[in-house]
């Protein structure tokens, strides 16, 4: 998309161009401007037309007249009569080609006298016809139309119907009516500042008293043909009509030419304001600019993509959509569009068919409208600051000026006004003046005189000293030139501090680039399939505080396409902004040699600033080339007559071609021309792939619906506009394709992960930043060819119209009370009541979430929870298929409404269904969630009813509901309390009172009853004093039971879940059953230990985000606390004839009594003195977990003992005391592991890998534990 695409051309202009109002068709209206026939005809839009254009064609960038006529005046033709202002007015236009290359336009809009009395009289009938409407509305009723009268005109104050009636109208006897006019240059670069003096100089010629010192035609002659494009790295002069005119272009090293001033785009919007504009272009959001004033649009729009480098906006880019184009704000695409304000402030009155992710910049307010949530640029604060720095060097304040830039462009005004009406005649230059002061008394004066009387002007008017107006003009040159350097230095310092902010960012880029390693055209062909970019790994690299930023940065579209530059250039030359950008990369390797290239967050400055501004200063100041002068050509005879005022029918045949061959520099620069292509022909030739192929191919590679990029302005027929339309639902699919399974991608690879295959690659960052792009990409698809909406989201107001229709259904048709779910199951006993799955649900959920204040926000957090229910295909199907709805609220073209499309767009969304997302539950941290407990006691082998008050606690990854009391009996409790995200574990117990209090619990349900997440934690054990371990209290460890166990397998096996469920501990089976279930041997039990450690250690080197519950690891079923117990069950001497079972809290106990006893006894051995440090410490932690004012029975106990040893790193002091105690001998048999030298010490090792992990248990363990 780079400037020099257009490699044919080596002139400074391709077309000068005319344009305006064609006397043979008369007044047309412009319907598609859309302008309503109320306003009074001087207001209405007519159509203009491109008069003439020189030369007919030029090859390399054939004529488009209907773009260009609709660029050069977007509103049409414009009259206006001589008591309203009739200034100039200068702005600029682009037309991207399809191929992404550029041609410029700088266009001077003037007005001019009608002489055609036809359109006089026309415009007369209009006036007629128009006041006969309004006053007949005026009396049909007198009070409200006066306001529509009144608004009707562009003076608010004019209320009076005599002031109505004065600038209302238009008199054909009284009134001079003007029409405007514009001519324009069209040129292969944005030589802005050129074009503008170039075409100021013109239209001055046309205004003057005195014609122009040579015929029009050879100032547009010479501009066309005889001034070259300046070399790059070179600065040109060339002449205007009264002055030398320069223009400069960078070198191949520096940023690209960018002639327009950023200043202006500053004072504009001021700095806050351009930065968060910036930061939107970057994360390619909808950007729509909005200003009365079409050069600012363009000032803007060219300021802000220019500021992009090394990067380039990949999308739509219309900086002037002209009102005919008004339907592409339908686009369901990332835009960058300007759009001109009909009054200073109708924002209210502009309707915009998707605003989800808009960004909405009204330029004339210093106001800019931002999306909800999006990431803030990296280092903003230190960014700004460098900025500010810059900007008040330059004294131009940060916050922008709004009412210096307006001053200053009334100042311009004026000065142009003068320009116009100028009976001072003060726009001769000095020779002019000096050749008056000669002159005196010759017959030419004689007849100026008799000019200057019949033109109205008195000649003692015209006498003014010479010398003054002389030194008067040059002073302003200098002031002007003066003031256009310190632009020119400014704009490009402010570019060199933007370049410099991605020089830092993505120093290491070229590091995570994955080569290819097929030829070019495999990579072509299979472009879509590939990865380019390692992003996981450049993610892990950077900064914390860059992550949100660059994880949404480098999922864009302009990202992508600099990635496949960056390859492409393996193969061939490579692109100018990626050759710039890589040798600055070089640069700052070579100055910073800083050996470890540690990724910081912290800032640095930009420090060629003044090597920069040197480098164009150089140039401006000493002027490299000079182009030939205009000179006269070869014209008929009495031709191109000069009448002050009016700008002159020009003679074709000596514009419609070049000098033939007295201009060497054409022919010379056109060989080297031919000879680059020649050599680029045979290359192509060499490759396998023809170049139209290679064309289609990198166009279909680099992107998702980038046939849309650019729309074809010239054509608006409606098949045409339907064309656009399929191609935008095109587009919208394959998109829809690739972020889902991107999505899919990255998350299967993530559990594989948690499975033990392959790497981890996304982070829960990664991941949000996918999703964020879901929502809007649904945001995009249901704002397409939408009819009504209301509020900013497209997909809400669709959602409430369809909740409303809905209502309104269930009110007319009384539903019959549906019987309440089926509670219990014939084999399991008490069970969960099935959730209903509910579109309506779902969004009354959302609505009650007080904390999300937009509709935005409403309809993200809907998707999120579809998504984490596995709902969201399902219910945007339900949505879709309302047919009626549908009909009412899109137009017929929508993608919502082409059959194919949406069945295969639900297809793709139905693969998310695949993996788990906790979307809603991780970002909605405070929330109120109402939950649902169910408490399943094992009916079989006990009574299930007790008479004591059970209680249960439930905790998760944010926090904990405290003791709750269950309803005696009911085993079932809803509760509502703040977000617990994912959950871990339950405390439950009971108060041991009354005669039945023992109880059998199988396990414990807990379910979240917004997003259906049901968690299951077996117990299998009994709860009650002289029972089992005698515990009144366990603590259960969760898992997350997928709806399909829960639902359907029951359905198809009919299994009784106890069997079922693999997820009673297999550890409880051992101690509650006494040894009748076969024990894993010393192997499995080492195997056991070693993996239980072993998933500790991976959990710690995730990133912290990713981490799932570390109680799981700990005391999960194949946690390490089960892992321990396993090797302290080894050969120990449990059950006992006649005697209650021993449990291994039995032999920590005695082990205590021993150790205490030792340390009383002073005469003990010599090795134990070493570990009496030890034994200290341990016997301090065994009394505290026996002394806690809690329940909980032996193995709870032994539990919690383990888990305070891994958490302060004791484990492996305390096994060698345990082993080598003289207790053991007694509680163990002689092959037991703790009696193995050799397994302890393996043990030992293992358990010392624990030492550099931070260990934090969570707050229901240790509850009451006074350490």
């Not at 302008?35 to 003439?52: G, I, M, W, Y």
């Not at 500790?1096 to 079923?1117: D, M, N, Q, W, Y």
Request: glycine share 4%.
């Amino acid at each position: 998309m780079s400037h020099s695409s257009n490699s044919g051309s080596c002139r400074f202009a391709d077309y000068f161009v005319v344009a305006g109002i064609d006397t043979d068709s008369g007044l047309e209206p412009d319907e598609l401007s859309g302008e309503n026939f109320d306003q009074s005809p001087l207001r209405r839009t007519f159509k203009s037309k491109v008069l003439a254009h020189y030369p007919q064609n030029v090859e390399y960038n054939p004529f488009d007249q209907d773009a260009v006529n609709m660029l050069c005046m977007p509103k049409g033709l414009s009259f206006r009569t001589q008591s309203e202002s009739r200034d100039p007015q200068f702005h600029s236009f682009l037309i991207t080609r399809e191929d992404g290359s550029r041609t410029y336009g700088f266009v001077l809009t003037f007005y001019e006298e009608v002489t055609c009395k036809q359109i006089c009289s026309a415009m007369q009938t209009l006036y007629q016809m128009h006041n006969v409407e309004q006053y007949s509305s005026v009396y049909a009723s007198s009070s409200c139309s006066m306001d529509s009268l009144a608004s009707s005109i562009d003076d608010g104050d004019s209320t009076s119907l005599a002031k109505l009636q004065r600038y209302n109208s238009y008199d054909i006897s009284r009134d001079t009516l003007y029409v405007s006019k514009c001519i324009c240059l069209i040129t292969p670069l944005p030589f802005m500042q050129a074009s503008r003096k170039f075409l100021l100089q013109l239209h001055k010629a046309v205004t003057s008293q005195q014609p122009p010192p040579l015929p029009l035609e050879s100032y547009i002659h010479n501009i066309l043909y005889e001034v070259p494009l300046p070399p790059p790295g070179r600065s040109l002069k060339f002449s205007g009509v009264y002055g030398p005119v320069i223009c400069q272009r960078p070198g191949l090293s520096e940023l690209p030419l960018f002639d327009f001033a950023l200043r202006e785009a500053f004072e504009l919007l001021g700095l806050e304001n351009l930065v968060q504009l910036f930061t939107c272009v970057l994360l390619e959001m909808q950007i729509l600019l909005y200003s009365q004033d079409y050069q600012r649009l363009m000032t803007v729009a060219e300021g802000i993509t220019t500021l992009l480098f090394p990067f380039q906006w990949q999308h739509v880019y219309v900086p002037i959509l002209p009102a005919s184009l008004l339907h592409f704000l339908d686009a369901p695409v990332p835009y960058l569009m300007g759009l001109q304000s009909k009054e200073p402030n109708d924002r209210s009155k502009l309707e915009l068919p998707q605003e989800a992710n808009l960004c909405f910049v009204d330029i004339d307010n210093h106001f800019i409208e931002l999306p909800e949530d999006f990431p803030q640029f990296p280092n903003k604060l230190e960014f700004i600051q460098e900025i500010s720095e810059v900007l008040l060097q330059f004294g131009i304040p940060p916050e922008g000026t709004l009412h210096c830039s307006e001053s200053a462009t009334k100042l311009k005004n004026l000065v142009l006004d003068d320009l116009a009406n100028d009976k001072k005649n003060g726009n001769l230059t000095s020779n002019t003046i000096n050749m008056y002061e000669l002159l005196k008394g010759n017959e030419t004066l004689a007849r100026l005189q008799a000019l200057a009387k019949r033109t109205g002007v008195t000649v003692e008017k015209m006498e003014i000293a010479p010398q003054l107006a002389a030194a008067k003009e040059k002073d302003t040159k200098c002031q002007n030139s003066e003031e256009e350097l310190r632009d020119y230095k400014l704009t490009v310092q402010l570019r060199e501090v933007f370049a410099n902010r991605f020089t830092q960012m993505f120093a290491d880029y070229e590091a995570f680039v994955i080569q290819p390693t097929q030829d070019m055209d495999a990579w072509l062909t299979n472009r879509e399939q590939m990865q380019n970019f390692d992003k996981a790994s450049f993610l892990s690299d950077q900064p914390e505080p860059y992550l949100p930023f660059l994880s949404h940065f480098i999922e864009t579209q302009m990202f992508a396409t600099f990635i496949d530059n960056k390859i492409v250039s393996l193969w061939e030359e490579k692109e100018p902004l990626l050759r710039v950008f890589d040798s600055r990369i070089e640069k700052m390797k070579i100055y910073n040699v800083r050996v470890p290239t540690l990724r910081t967050s912290s800032y640095q400055k930009c420090t060629v600033l003044k090597e920069s501004a040197i480098a164009i200063e150089q140039r401006l100041v000493k002027i490299d080339h000079t182009a030939i002068h205009p000179h006269l050509l070869d014209m008929k005879i009495g031709q191109g007559k000069y009448e002050q005022g009016f700008f002159p029918s020009l003679q074709s045949d000596v514009l419609s071609a070049g000098p033939t061959n007295n201009n060497r520099w054409a022919n010379r620069s056109a060989t080297a021309q031919q000879r680059r292509k020649d050599r680029l022909r045979q290359h192509s030739e060499h490759l396998t792939l023809d170049n139209d192929l290679k064309e289609k191919y990198i166009q279909e590679a680099r992107s998702i619906g980038k046939s849309l990029r650019q729309p074809k302005l010239s054509d608006l027929s409606p098949a045409v506009i339907a064309q656009t339309n399929w191609k935008f639902v095109e587009g919208l699919l394959k998109e829809c394709r690739v972020k889902t399974k991107r999505m899919l991608v990255e998350k299967m690879g993530h559990e594989a992960v948690e499975l033990g295959h392959g790497e981890a690659n996304i982070t829960g960052l990664e991941e949000n930043t996918l999703i964020a792009s879901l929502c809007d990409l649904l945001e995009r698809i249901w704002s397409h060819g939408l009819l009504i909406k209301q509020g900013k989201s497209a997909l809400w107001s669709h959602l409430l119209h369809y909740q409303e229709s809905e209502e309104k259904r269930e009110a007319t048709v009384e539903t019959p009370v549906a019987a309440a779910p089926e509670r219990r199951r014939s084999d399991s006993g008490l069970n969960l009541p099935t959730l209903r799955v509910s579109l309506i649900h779902d969004m009354r959920h959302v609505q009650n979430m007080s904390e999300i204040k937009t509709d935005v926000g409403r309809a993200r957090a809907w998707i999120r929870l579809s998504l984490e229910k596995k709902v969201l295909s399902q219910h945007l199907k339900q949505l879709m298929f309302n047919e009626g709805l549908i009909k009412k609220l899109y137009k017929r073209y929508a993608f919502l409404r082409c059959e194919d499309e949406k069945e295969q767009f639900l297809y793709h969304l139905l693969s998310l269904n695949a993996v788990d997302y906790f979307c809603f539950t991780s970002v909605f941290t405070t929330i109120m969630i109402p939950y649902r407990a169910v408490i399943i006691p094992i009916k079989k082998l006990s009574n299930s009813i007790t008479t004591s008050n059970p209680w249960i606690s439930v905790s998760g990854e944010l926090g904990d509901t405290g003791v709750m009391q269950v309803p005696k009996n009911v085993l079932e409790m809803t509760f509502e309390c703040q977000n617990l995200g994912k959950l871990t574990t339950v405390r439950i117990g009971h108060d041991n009172s009354g005669l039945l209090a023992k109880w059998l619990v199988d396990c414990v349900m807990v379910r979240n009853e917004i997003t259906g997440h049901t968690y299951r934690f077996p117990c299998g054990r009994w709860l009650g004093k002289g029972v089992d371990d005698g515990s009144l209290e366990r603590i259960l460890v969760g898992e997350l039971i997928t709806a399909v166990v829960e639902e359907d397998l029951s359905k198809q096996c009919r299994t009784p879940p106890q069997l079922r469920s693999p997820t009673v501990a297999r550890r409880l089976s051992i101690t509650s059953l006494g040894g009748k279930t076969s024990k894993p041997n010393a192997g499995q039990i080492q195997e056991g230990i070693g993996e239980s450690i072993n998933n500790i250690v991976k959990h710690f080197h995730k990133p912290e985000k990713e981490r799932g519950s570390l109680t799981i690891l700990l005391c999960g079923e194949f946690g390490l606390v089960s892992a321990l117990e396993q090797v302290f069950h080894h050969g120990f001497k449990s059950a006992r004839l006649f005697q209650k079972n021993v449990f291994i809290w039995d032999f920590i106990e005695k082990a205590v009594t021993y150790f205490e006893a030792t340390e009383e006894d002073e005469d003990s051995q010599e090795n134990l003195l070493k570990l009496k440090g030890c034994s200290a410490t341990f016997c301090q932690y065994v009394n505290a977990i026996s002394a806690a004012p809690r329940s909980i029975g032996k193995d709870g106990k032994l539990q919690l003992l383990v888990c305070l040893g891994a958490r302060d790193h004791l484990l492996p002091q305390w096994i060698p005391l345990l082993a080598e105690c003289p207790v053991i001998s007694r509680m163990y048999e002689d092959g037991a592991l703790l009696r193995d030298h050799a397994a302890v010490n393996s043990l030992i090792r293992v358990l010392q890998t624990l030492h550099e992990f931070n260990i934090t248990l969570e707050a229901s363990l240790v509850k009451g534990i006074d350490l």
